[in-house]
């Protein structure tokens, strides 16, 4: 696919994304932004959470990773059911209750200003690195299609990908996304699927044929019980996918922000419990689309270098398919990516806004210019580190994804926790180095794991060991002299 028509693409599907970015978000004022002014259908968030459930990290590497690891990733995901139904009836409804605009003010009122300031900067480090993760995924994309055969440079890449997001969120966020989330969860979902239609055909498959090819073929294994060892060992990944799912949505200011612009809990819950059911669905359709991909390179004799190279590479790349198979691989990317991109920007402006800086007693007007400026700072903050991920990655994307995951959400994890099942006060300007040592001895075990225990290797269980060590902090910070 040449240059300039991976450019129209992208030009095209942003001028739909921007006009109803600018229809949706014309009037919003600073709740509009923050919270949706608690208006949205419940229906139309479900939908639109689907797309950004699904990321352009998943868009590409899941269906590289069954290589390695075959269907495994959905012992995760039926962990994330277990999460979703946490968030559902046990945090929303509390937020709800509170009245919340950023989720980190509970902290506040639980415990002090020093562990609502430590949630606050906790979820910016993780949100802002996993942005970039997620967006540097496009950025390689375009990097391969665009602009290394025009021989423009990676800096360039990463400022046009921010600058496009900072562009379509600006002036309605959370107000703008839910109808641009929606809009891209269409693409999205059409865009796996026809993908997959089109894979089938060109294998020769019928709709049997297909099924029984996938789930005939050794990387379709599912469950992994026989060895600890192993990092796909079934009760690492389901009770990691609880957690992380628990961690990065529901103690997440970006993803709660969309549940939180429901009319009311019960909407919210709705929402939840239908949108965590389509993840299911969705990521399934990526691992079939993976052995697809794999069981077609194998017959074309494609040798492929990265699992992540995998889908752009047959799809865009190799020139066995219509181009149409190409269109939508551009379009499905970008709007995975861009979904979870510019949900992002806006929550760690929200985040930023009201939890570090502050609100209170400040005008409309004021709120609004200080939000501006939050939000331009966001986007440079987050094109710089799309860069310095550039430099230095070395691993599958996914995994970066979920390994950052447990260093920098296990702190937020532990606090929540501890604040809901427990109701002792604790010495709340001591929390802060509790939330730093928490992730330091989890990357020393993390390091020494299989010298000191027999060959145990971590997986993303980290995220519960890191909250465990936060929540044993806690317990050591309580007010023994005091009446709870």
């Given at each position: 696919?040449?240059?300039?028509?991976?450019?129209?693409?992208?030009?095209v599907?942003?001028?739909?994304?921007?006009?109803?970015?600018y229809?949706?978000g014309r009037?919003?004022?600073n709740?509009g932004?923050?919270?949706?002014?608690r208006?949205?259908?419940?229906y139309v968030?479900?939908f639109?959470?689907i797309?950004?459930s699904?990321?352009?990290?998943?868009f590409?590497?899941v269906?590289?990773?069954v290589?390695?690891?075959?269907?495994g990733?959905?012992?995760?995901v039926?962990?994330?059911?277990?999460?979703?139904?946490?968030i559902?009836?046990?945090?929303?409804p509390?937020?709800?209750?509170?009245q919340?605009v950023?989720?980190?003010e509970?902290?506040?009122?639980?415990?002090?200003?020093?562990s609502?300031?430590?949630?606050?900067w906790?979820?910016?480090?993780?949100?802002?690195?996993?942005?970039?993760?997620?967006?540097?995924?496009?950025c390689?994309t375009?990097?391969?299609?665009?602009?290394?055969?025009l021989?423009?440079?990676?800096?360039?890449?990463a400022?046009?990908?921010?600058a496009?997001v900072w562009?379509?969120?600006?002036?309605?966020g959370?107000?703008?996304l839910?109808?641009?989330?929606?809009?891209?969860?269409f693409?999205?979902?059409a865009?796996?699927g026809?993908?997959?239609?089109?894979?089938?055909?060109?294998?020769?498959?019928s709709f049997g044929?297909?099924?029984?090819s996938i789930?005939?073929d050794?990387?379709?294994?599912i469950?992994?019980f026989?060895d600890?060892?192993?990092?796909?060992?079934f009760?690492?990944?389901f009770?990691?996918?609880?957690?992380?799912?628990?961690?990065?949505?529901?103690?997440?200011?970006?993803m709660?922000?969309?549940?939180?612009s429901?009319?009311?809990?019960r909407d919210s819950?709705?929402?939840l419990?239908?949108?965590?059911?389509f993840?299911v669905?969705i990521n399934?359709?990526?691992?079939m689309?993976?052995?697809?991909l794999?069981?077609?390179?194998?017959r074309q004799?494609?040798?492929?270098a990265?699992?992540?190279e995998?889908f752009?590479?047959?799809?865009?790349?190799?020139g066995?398919?219509?181009p149409v198979v190409?269109?939508?691989?551009?379009?499905?990317?970008?709007?995975?990516a861009?979904a979870?991109?510019?949900?992002?920007?806006?929550?760690?402006?929200?985040?930023f806004?009201?939890?570090?800086?502050g609100?209170?007693?400040?005008s409309?007007?004021?709120?609004?210019k200080?939000r501006?400026?939050?939000?331009?700072?966001?986007?440079?903050g987050m094109?710089?580190t799309?860069?310095v991920f550039?430099e230095?990655n070395?691993?599958s994307?996914?995994?970066?994804?979920y390994?950052?995951?447990?260093y920098?959400?296990?702190?937020?994890l532990?606090?929540f926790?501890?604040g809901?099942g427990?109701?002792?006060?604790?010495?709340?300007r001591?929390?802060?180095?509790v939330?730093?040592?928490s992730?330091?001895?989890?990357?020393?075990?993390?390091t020494h794991?299989e010298?000191?225990?027999g060959?145990?290797r971590?997986s993303y269980e980290l995220?519960?060991m890191n909250?465990?060590?936060?929540?044993?902090g806690?317990?050591?910070?309580?007010?023994?002299?005091?009446?709870?």
């Amino acid at each position: 696919m040449s240059p300039p028509l991976v450019l129209l693409i992208i030009a095209v599907y942003f001028a739909l994304l921007f006009t109803v970015s600018y229809i949706a978000g014309r009037r919003a004022d600073n709740a509009g932004f923050f919270v949706g002014n608690r208006r949205s259908p419940w229906y139309v968030v479900a939908f639109a959470m689907i797309g950004s459930s699904i990321s352009g990290v998943t868009f590409v590497s899941v269906p590289g990773m069954v290589a390695a690891s075959g269907f495994g990733y959905m012992q995760m995901v039926l962990g994330f059911v277990a999460g979703q139904l946490v968030i559902a009836f046990v945090l929303t409804p509390l937020f709800y209750r509170m009245q919340l605009v950023s989720i980190y003010e509970y902290l506040e009122k639980r415990f002090g200003l020093a562990s609502y300031r430590t949630g606050a900067w906790f979820f910016f480090v993780s949100k802002m690195l996993g942005a970039a993760v997620r967006l540097f995924v496009v950025c390689i994309t375009l990097q391969l299609l665009v602009f290394e055969p025009l021989g423009l440079p990676f800096a360039l890449n990463a400022v046009a990908t921010v600058a496009l997001v900072w562009l379509y969120t600006f002036r309605g966020g959370v107000k703008s996304l839910i109808w641009t989330d929606s809009l891209k969860t269409f693409c999205l979902v059409a865009s796996v699927g026809l993908c997959i239609y089109y894979m089938a055909s060109r294998l020769q498959f019928s709709f049997g044929d297909m099924i029984g090819s996938i789930f005939g073929d050794e990387r379709s294994r599912i469950f992994f019980f026989d060895d600890i060892n192993n990092r796909q060992y079934f009760f690492k990944q389901f009770l990691a996918g609880v957690f992380t799912m628990i961690a990065t949505n529901g103690l997440d200011q970006d993803m709660m922000q969309r549940n939180l612009s429901c009319r009311n809990s019960r909407d919210s819950q709705k929402n939840l419990l239908t949108s965590v059911f389509f993840q299911v669905v969705i990521n399934l359709l990526f691992l079939m689309l993976g052995v697809l991909l794999y069981q077609f390179a194998a017959r074309q004799g494609i040798t492929v270098a990265k699992s992540d190279e995998l889908f752009p590479q047959i799809a865009v790349q190799s020139g066995y398919f219509p181009p149409v198979v190409a269109v939508l691989f551009i379009v499905g990317l970008i709007s995975a990516a861009y979904a979870a991109a510019g949900s992002a920007l806006t929550a760690l402006t929200t985040s930023f806004t009201v939890d570090i800086l502050g609100t209170r007693g400040k005008s409309e007007a004021q709120v609004v210019k200080l939000r501006k400026r939050v939000h331009v700072g966001m986007a440079i903050g987050m094109g710089i580190t799309i860069y310095v991920f550039n430099e230095l990655n070395n691993t599958s994307v996914i995994d970066a994804v979920y390994r950052l995951a447990s260093y920098t959400y296990g702190p937020i994890l532990g606090l929540f926790a501890f604040g809901i099942g427990m109701k002792q006060p604790v010495r709340d300007r001591f929390i802060p180095l509790v939330a730093i040592l928490s992730p330091i001895l989890c990357l020393v075990l993390d390091t020494h794991s299989e010298a000191w225990f027999g060959g145990y290797r971590f997986s993303y269980e980290l995220l519960i060991m890191n909250a465990a060590f936060t929540f044993g902090g806690l317990c050591l910070l309580i007010k023994r002299n005091r009446q709870p």
